[in-house]
Nanobody, 119 residues
């Protein structure tokens, strides 16, 4: 499974960025997908996740109302729309895929994309 994240960069506080994660090597529509953030010296924390059909999503309290996770199963891609960015949103954002099929519960990670929000 390969996950290719893109869309990170430098943004000013109050601005927006859209992250994308293209998946290959898996049945994308049968993966729960998520975005995680790791700040400097911090652990990797869940930002947002969505189930296979996109019908159910969860968000970290810190991003509720500002970030939106979505997926296009036809394009094997999951997105994270980030609005009203804050400096504390700074970090490396990782895409995660959890296949819901198979005997083992697996988890795959992308390479991460850096988001820097200046005040």
């Amino acid at each position: 499974v390969q996950l290719q994240a893109s869309g990170g960069g430098l943004a000013q506080a109050g601005g927006s960025l859209r992250l994308s994660c293209a998946a290959s090597g898996t049945i994308f529509s049968r993966n729960d997908m998520g975005w995680y953030r790791q700040g400097p010296g911090d652990q990797r924390d869940l930002v947002a996740s969505t189930t296979t059909g996109g019908g159910s999503s969860t968000y970290a309290d810190s991003v509720k109302g500002r970030f939106t996770i979505s997926r296009d199963n036809a394009k094997n891609t999951v997105y994270l729309q980030m609005n009203s960015l804050k400096p504390e949103d700074t970090g490396v954002y990782y895409c995660n895929a959890k296949p819901t099929y198979g005997l083992k519960r697996l988890s795959f990670w992308g390479q991460g994309t850096l988001v820097t929000v200046s005040s």
